[in-house]
């Protein structure tokens, strides 16, 4: 259970987030979509800390933050609720792919060596690159690394899995068998929260589509009503020029 | 000009080997300590700690705006006179402490450098699956750096070995005290220096075989 009030995050004096209230139900997917700049990123990143919301409360799961007064202590504990999938992979450039998805269970989580390894080589053979276990980052193509990534997102099992364009800075070639991925952690119901411009992506996999425009939740609905028939008129702009 | 009496310097090379051990000790040492001292420069530098970052700039400032042989004097014969628990101090741990403070200034800059080189994608991945800023900088953000100031780092200790020459003045008899000394003996100050060279030029170029297998090591997962 995720539940956000009244998020706020400025830049400066221009305020990305202005004011975000969301809840998100246990195995909910809920996809954000809207215009380049307009703060979907950023929520995304607030909700983990990654950067620090201004105002606003956050509970995820069993911890619940709000974002004045949170000490680093908590923030590591909202973290460690979540998993987060970088538009840019992010994998540990020192590791393996197999040790990119076991490196949180022996560090944050304390399992042993050998424990975290077998988890790492079931995810491996789920994502399909057991073969590829031992091979470091840089030797890896795009759409490889960010399997690892969300390999590692899995390997977390977090309350809800933050999913950043996951999509957006691959070549062509390789954002099928990315998207195909996703669909099968949307498909065993891991609650997520996705950005992406992928909108026929969106349309299959989430429960709930939020549009937002300015750094406000515009309007949010079901995938089917979202994108045919939506009331707001920026909605109706956007959906006309992506679609 | 007279020739080389090679006959001397043969029976000499025997001699200065056997001071070889210190001088590789000294520089080792030293190096250990000014790895461990800079690193956490760095990382104080890096993380902006408060208090600690403005103490490690004036430190690295002073080390790094005086010359080494000023430090060296300013341990050995001056520190005792003002601090009396100091004048237990032999040369060689003046040496080392010198060194050590002296290098450690100059590899801060190159360890934090590295560190910022290292991408910010990095902290983030770190910092999202739950780590401590420790468990990032130990597992994640050091071990990128290290291969970026590894070649410099390499350099500095080549500097090292070399500079425990300078012990000499402290009255420690290593490579170069021995050479002086046998020299002071024989008047074959040529002979008896430009062995010492060789030998320092020796220990050098042998140390470029490690480094080449350090950085092989250390490039690994970069390999395509």
Redesign the interface.
């Known amino acids: 259970m995720i539940s956000v009030r009244g998020l706020i995050k400025r830049f400066g004096a221009n305020t990305v987030l202005d004011g975000i209230d969301l809840d998100i139900g246990p195995g909910e997917r809920v996809a954000i979509i809207g215009p380049s700049g307009t703060g979907k990123s950023t929520l995304l990143r607030s909700l ?3 950067e620090k919301p201004d105002e606003g409360q956050i509970t995820i799961g069993s911890v619940a933050v709000d974002a004045k007064t949170a000490t680093p202590a908590e923030q ?1 504990a909202l ?2 609720q ?3 999938v ?1 538009q ?9 792919a197999r040790d990119n998805i076991a ?2 269970l022996v ?2 989580r304390g399992w042993s060596r050998a424990k975290a390894h077998q988890r790492a080589d079931e995810i491996l053979a789920t994502i399909g690159l057991s073969e590829k276990a031992h091979s ?4 890896l193509s795009g759409g490889q690394q960010q399997r690892v990534g969300i390999g ?1 997102a899995m390997a ?1 099992d977090a309350e809800i899995m933050l999913i950043d364009e996951p999509t957006s800075a691959l070549d062509p070639e390789w954002v099928d068998e990315v998207l195909q991925l996703l669909k099968r952690v949307a498909d065993a119901r891991q609650t997520m929260l996705i950005v992406t411009h992928e909108m026929q992506f969106a349309r299959d996999i989430a429960d709930r589509v939020l549009f937002m425009d300015g750094g406000r939740i515009v309007e949010e609905g079901p995938p089917d009503v979202m994108f045919t028939a939506p009331k707001d008129p920026r909605t109706r702009a956007f959906l006309r020029k992506v679609l | 000009m007279r020739p080389l009496d090679l006959e001397y310097m043969l029976g000499l090379v025997p001699v200065l080997l056997k001071y070889v051990p210190l001088t590789l000790g000294m520089a080792s040492v030293a190096m250990l300590l000014a790895l461990a001292l800079a690193s956490l420069m760095a990382i104080v530098r890096v993380l902006r700690v408060p208090v600690l970052d403005g103490f490690t700039q004036v430190f690295i400032s002073f080390f790094r705006g005086t010359p080494l042989l000023v430090q060296l004097f300013l341990f050995y014969y001056g520190l005792p006179q003002v601090f009396s628990f100091l004048t237990a101090i032999n040369g060689v741990t003046a040496a080392i402490m010198g060194l050590t403070l002296h290098f450690a200034a100059y590899m801060a800059e190159s360890i934090r450098a590295a560190i910022i080189g290292v ?1 910010r ?2 902290w ?9 800023t420790p ?1 990032m900088m130990r ?2 953000i050091l ?2 750096a290290a ?1 970026v100031a590894a070649p410099t780092l390499v350099n500095y200790f080549v500097d090292i070995i070399k500079s425990t020459s300078l012990a000499f003045t402290l009255g420690v008899t290593e490579l170069m005290g021995a050479a002086q000394k046998e020299a002071a003996g024989s008047f074959l100050y040529f002979e008896a220096f430009i062995l010492v060279a060789v030998i320092y030029w020796v220990i050098v170029e042998a140390l470029t075989v490690v480094q080449r297998q350090l950085e092989a090591r250390l490039g ?5």
């Open positions: 983990n800390f990654l590591r973290r460690r979540t998993s987060f970088f840019n992979y992010a994998l540990f450039a020192n590791k393996t490196e949180g560090t944050v470091y980052p840089a030797a590692r977390a | 991408d994608s990095q983030e991945a770190s910092l999202s699956v739950g780590m401590t468990q597992r994640i071990p990128q291969r690994k997962a970069h390999a395509r």
